[in-house]
Nanobody
Framework: EIHLAESGGGLVQPGGSLNLSCVAS????????MNWVRQAPGKELEWVGE????????YYSDSVKGRFTITRDNAKSMLFLQLNSLMPEDTAMYYC????????RGQGTQVTVSS
């Protein structure tokens, strides 16, 4: 059974940073591209970015490019999302996902950006 478990969310002031983590199990993590997606209150699920199986290639949405960084540790089956220069519009539930549409994702971790 595929299991994805995110952690690391919280309340942060504008301009602050957070580092999210995701532990994966139940599938061959090291051979899969992985994604982060998010969902803000009242909005649809939004793709944030993806990372190649070996971690050497990343792509990001225009809304987070230059501020967010995706990395992974295949030895530990873990995925990470470093969030910098956070803005109130980054407030959302963040999910790690096997696919860009977030159809296979974890329970999520809440990020709230507010002063």
């Amino acid at each position: 059974e595929i299991h994805l478990a995110e952690s690391g969310g919280g309340l942060v002031q504008p301009g602050g940073s957070l580092n999210l983590s995701c532990v994966a199990s139940g599938f061959p993590f090291r051979v899969d591209w992985m994604n982060w997606v998010r969902q803000a209150p009242g909005k649809e699920l939004e793709w944030v970015g993806e990372i190649s199986s070996e971690g050497g290639i990343t792509y990001y949405s225009d809304s987070v490019k230059g501020r967010f960084t995706i990395t992974r540790d295949n030895a530990k089956s873990m995925l990470f999302l470093q969030l910098n220069s956070l803005m109130p519009e980054d407030t959302a539930m963040y999910y790690c996902a096997k696919d860009k549409r977030g159809q296979i994702r974890g329970q999520g971790t809440q990020v709230t950006v507010s002063s």
